[in-house]
């Protein structure tokens, strides 16, 4: 079936269309000053499920303080979740650091060029290993994301679910065999370029594009329609009582988070499952098998935080603390300086905020 796709359009000149096209029009992009496979690599796991204009200055701050293998290698993987705060996604930042301490000690600090040593690294799959060896090091392996699968989909017009894992790779081996072996480095990004730019999810700009000649989807009419994506599961909904309590000195209890699953060892207020307790017994309840004591008081407000899988609906609550924290090694009792200095996601900042602005 690829090479049936692939006999729809003369390869030599859509390579020369497109790669001409992105020499003319490409973005100025930081990550695109040199091809240092570590910038490479940051970028590209960054810009995983973020856009452009989000992972710019986040990357900026990341390389400055980060500049090389070494100092991200020895960095508080609590340092580097600072640095991610907002970013979302964070095991992204766990298995960077995580793969970056291998590079130090295997591979003397110098990224793998070699496809196996580089895919056998933690949280560097098929998409993040192709980009690094195409971009940075001028290798001709396919980079297949979302993006690039939107394009082929449609240059190619193929109508198979891109969800599927046999999909996903049919778009590889055609990516493989479209890719300029003389500029892969410019070729990958060109495709991915043209998706972000022009071929678009919704509305693409086809009266502009470089490559519209050799469009199949376009010569029928049906580019909206592809790429065909079966719908996602529906998220969950979970409701939450956020606690902010306070001692006498206006110290508050954050916890830090288990060191997996989602947010793994970020910092948040006290959370608590509303289904997992009821409402009657928040008053004078005990948080965690010690733990701590509290009184509910006062409702601070409402707030709803979307994850890709689940939903977060949080009523937040001041609270009293009774007593002291007993034998709960995860759980700080911090002023409101020492908060800024801790990692939080997303919602808990905006929880942060609000606290501040009312005080």
């Not at 859509?14 to 940051?42: A, G, H, I, S, T």
């Not at 705060?85 to 793969?99: I, K, P, T, V």
Request: hydrophobic share 40%; aromatic share 10%.
């Amino acid at each position: 079936m690829n090479d049936e796709k692939l006999q729809s359009i003369d390869i030599l000149t859509f390579r020369r269309d497109l790669v001409e096209w992105y020499k003319n029009n490409k973005r100025d992009l930081p990550w695109r000053q040199d091809q240092d496979p570590y910038k490479v690599w940051v970028s590209e796991v960054m810009l995983q499920q973020t856009k452009v204009d989000t992972v710019i200055p986040y990357f900026n701050r990341f390389i400055n303080k980060f500049p090389t293998i070494e100092a991200l290698a020895e960095a508080d993987e609590q340092e580097v979740l600072k640095e991610w705060e907002g970013l979302g996604y964070y095991s992204r930042a766990r298995n960077l650091q995580h793969a970056v301490r291998e590079v130090a000690t295997t591979y003397k600090g110098q990224v793998p060029n070699d496809p196996d040593e580089l895919g056998a690294l933690k949280g560097v799959g098929p998409y993040t290993k192709g980009a690094i060896l195409s971009i940075a090091y001028n290798q001709p392996e396919p980079a297949v994301d979302g993006n690039v699968m939107r394009v082929l989909s449609r240059v190619l017009k193929i109508e198979d679910d891109i969800t599927q894992q046999r999909t996903k790779k049919q778009f590889e081996a055609c990516a493989r065999k479209l890719i300029d072996p003389q500029d892969p480095s410019s070729f990958n990004q060109a495709v991915m370029e043209l998706g972000a730019l022009i071929c678009t999810p919704k509305s693409p700009t086809c009266l502009l594009c470089p490559v519209q000649a050799h469009c199949q989807a376009f010569a029928v009419g049906v580019e909206e329609e592809l790429p065909i994506k079966k719908k996602a599961k529906k998220q969950k909904k979970i409701a939450y009582v956020v606690l902010l309590v306070a001692d006498e000195q206006g110290n508050y209890i954050i916890e830090k988070r288990k060191d997996s699953g989602l947010l793994a060892n970020l910092w948040q207020f006290p959370m608590v499952p509303i289904e997992e307790i009821g409402w009657n017994h928040l008053e004078n309840w005990v948080y965690g098998e010690f733990g701590f004591r509290v009184s509910l008081g006062k409702k601070q407000g409402e707030l709803r935080h979307i994850f890709s899988h689940l939903i977060w609906q949080l009523e937040i609550y001041e609270a009293r603390l009774i007593g002291e924290i007993v034998g709960e090694q995860r759980l700080q009792l911090v002023n409101k300086e020492e908060l800024a200095t801790y990692p939080f996601p997303v919602p808990h900042q905006k929880i942060m905020k609000t606290l501040f602005a009312n005080e």
